[in-house]
């Protein structure tokens, strides 16, 4: 029991440090313009489900016959929305972006379905929301994000949401999210082949979009499936929390990021807020 604890502890960890590094990869690789989003996209979708295709085959499970179309947009929508936006915003607060705009899209998603949300949860989601705004709207302050790139980034967390939403019901995780990365790459290609006049890549470039795409991405989505087998559902929610403020400290560590009083503040508003959401839903469970 012990030993079975102490793996799903070192998976969790793996994972929540997987998805930090897409932020600090992509920006890392967009910053010095060492590769531009459109193939960024690309290689990070084809070396993606390259590597889940091989994770799937070695178990001998047919990714063709899995994921679906719809999925498979919904995941290069948030792919590219996550690409164009790190070409202006700082890793720290895409990340925090992102993150914020998922949750708030699946917690929306189960007020449509009917959710009924107590007056600490509402507080809490008007505290996550407040904070998103407050993040990104310009005149708010000096260092307010860069709209465009802010637009761009909350859009690719509703496509996260969206994807994250359809995935609850369609089988084995990891063969769906190979299928759905192999539905993904053609819409990747067309994005790639629109953006051709603009394309500019180095080697360096390449490599992070790799690394981004078969071990941040594809290997960090199995193994982030593998934990969730005997992580419970409360705490697999809430230690994804985790994720923005690994990558904040990642950013200020490999980017020289500095960490401004309006990105802590913000920070508390956003993670706060869904933690009292998901905390309080725990109470009532």
């Given at each position: 029991?012990?030993?079975?604890?102490?793996?799903?502890?070192?998976?969790?960890?793996?994972?929540?440090?997987?998805?930090?590094?897409?932020?600090?990869?992509?920006?890392?690789?967009?910053?010095?313009?060492?590769?531009?989003?459109?193939?960024?996209?690309?290689?990070?979708?084809?070396?993606?489900?390259?590597?889940?295709?091989?994770?799937?085959?070695?178990?001998?499970?047919?990714?063709?016959?899995?994921?679906?179309?719809?999925?498979?947009?919904?995941?290069?929508?948030?792919?590219?929305?996550?690409?164009?936006?790190?070409?202006?915003?700082?890793?720290?607060?895409?990340?925090?972006?992102?993150?914020?705009?998922?949750?708030?899209?699946?917690?929306?998603?189960?007020?449509?379905?009917?959710?009924?949300?107590?007056?600490?949860?509402?507080?809490?989601?008007?505290?996550?929301?407040?904070?998103?705004?407050?993040?990104?709207?310009p005149g708010l302050?000096?260092?307010?994000?860069?709209?465009?790139?802010?637009?761009?980034?909350?859009?690719?967390?509703?496509?996260?949401?969206?994807?994250?939403?359809?995935?609850?019901?369609?089988?084995?995780?990891?063969?769906?999210?190979?299928?759905?990365?192999?539905?993904?790459?053609?819409?990747?290609?067309?994005?790639?082949?629109?953006?051709?006049?603009?394309?500019?890549?180095?080697?360096?470039?390449?490599?992070?979009?790799?690394?981004?795409?078969?071990?941040?991405?594809?290997?960090?989505?199995?193994?982030?499936?593998?934990?969730?087998?005997?992580?419970?559902?409360?705490?697999?929610?809430?230690?994804?929390?985790?994720?923005?403020?690994?990558?904040?400290?990642?950013?200020?560590?490999?980017?020289?990021?500095?960490?401004?009083?309006?990105?802590?503040?913000?920070?508390?508003?956003?993670?706060?807020?869904?933690?009292?959401?998901?905390?309080?839903?725990?109470?009532?469970s």
């Amino acid at each position: 029991m012990a030993t079975n604890k102490i793996n799903t502890l070192a998976l969790t960890a793996m994972a929540m440090l997987a998805f930090a590094c897409n932020s600090l990869l992509c920006r890392l690789a967009l910053k010095s313009a060492q590769i531009d989003p459109a193939s960024f996209t690309l290689l990070r979708l084809v070396s993606g489900a390259l590597v889940l295709w091989l994770i799937c085959a070695v178990r001998g499970a047919p990714v063709t016959k899995t994921g679906n179309w719809i999925s498979g947009f919904a995941l290069f929508a948030y792919a590219a929305g996550f690409s164009f936006s790190y070409t202006t915003l700082p890793a720290a607060v895409g990340a925090l972006l992102l993150f914020g705009a998922v949750q708030v899209t699946m917690i929306g998603y189960g007020l449509l379905r009917g959710e009924r949300l107590t007056a600490v949860q509402m507080l809490g989601l008007t505290s996550s929301l407040g904070g998103l705004v407050a993040l990104c709207a310009p005149g708010l302050w000096a260092s307010a994000a860069s709209f465009s790139g802010s637009a761009l980034m909350l859009c690719a967390g509703v496509a996260w949401g969206v994807y994250s939403i359809r995935g609850r019901t369609q089988g084995d995780p990891t063969l769906v999210t190979a299928g759905n990365f192999l539905r993904a790459a053609p819409f990747a290609v067309l994005l790639y082949v629109l953006n051709l006049h603009a394309t500019t890549t180095s080697a360096t470039g390449v490599l992070y979009a790799l690394l981004s795409g078969a071990l941040a991405s594809g290997l960090g989505y199995a193994i982030w499936y593998a934990a969730l087998k005997t992580l419970p559902a409360t705490i697999a929610a809430t230690v994804q929390l985790s994720v923005p403020v690994l990558a904040a400290l990642g950013a200020v560590l490999v980017l020289d990021e500095a960490i401004s009083v309006r990105l802590v503040l913000c920070s508390v508003a956003i993670l706060g807020g869904i933690a009292v959401v998901i905390l309080a839903r725990r109470r009532m469970s």
